[in-house]
């Protein structure tokens, strides 16, 4: 994505399975230390959006045959090797949708919703009475709840952006590549 690129976050937790039963082995007294348990390795920057197996399904989903010829799993999976410009084209386009759909169908409020809710206080019920609408209190439950909600929803819109930002940029290049084949040509 380049220079401009968000810091993304990751938890990687493969081999946690493994550290729990080094966990349970250790307290058991069989083992004298438990390797990586409870440190996940997290990972600032780079071009991580979203998991590199949904990645590698959604290019298979949306292949041809053809494509997929020679590929191994693990190229799949990697932002860094594409199938073809279309195909990178339609999966982003793909993963924008799907993130859409979690953020609509997840919540019943929008991001401004829960700020604004957060911001006054009150949040509203849904019930209305004689053309006014019905508010409960923000509760310090509540309040942990909204904040969740809104920071879950920030994710979602950065996720979804950085997979914009990455679909313009292989637009661009695509459009650039085919000038140039027809200027060659």
């Known amino acids: 994505v380049g220079s401009s690129a968000a810091v993304w976050p990751v938890v990687d ?28 390795r997290v990972h600032l920057g780079g071009d991580i959006l979203v998991d590199k197996r949904l990645l590698a399904a959604v290019r298979v989903l949306l292949s041809s045959g053809d494509e997929l010829e020679g590929r191994s799993l693990r190229e799949l999976a990697e932002w860094a090797t594409p199938l ?11 993963l924008v949708a799907l993130i859409g759909l979690v953020e609509y169908a997840d919540f019943d409020t929008s991001l401004e919703d829960d700020l604004r809710s957060l911001a006054s206080g009150r949040i509203p019920t849904g019930h209305t009475d004689w053309g006014t609408e019905d ?40 459009v650039t590549g085919q000038r140039a084949l027809r200027s060659a040509g």
């Open 13 to 40: 937790c493969q081999g946690w399975g493994a550290a729990a039963a080094a966990a349970g082995n250790a307290a058991a007294g069989n083992a004298t230390e438990a390797p990586h348990i409870y440190r996940p």
């Open 84 to 94: 073809s410009s279309t195909n990178e084209m339609v999966t982003l386009k793909a």
């Open 135 to 174: 508010y409960v209190s923000v509760t310090p439950a509540l309040d942990v709840t909204l904040r969740y909600r809104v920071e879950r929803k920030r994710l979602l819109q950065r996720v979804r952006e950085g997979l914009q930002r990455r679909l313009a940029d292989v637009k661009h290049r695509y």
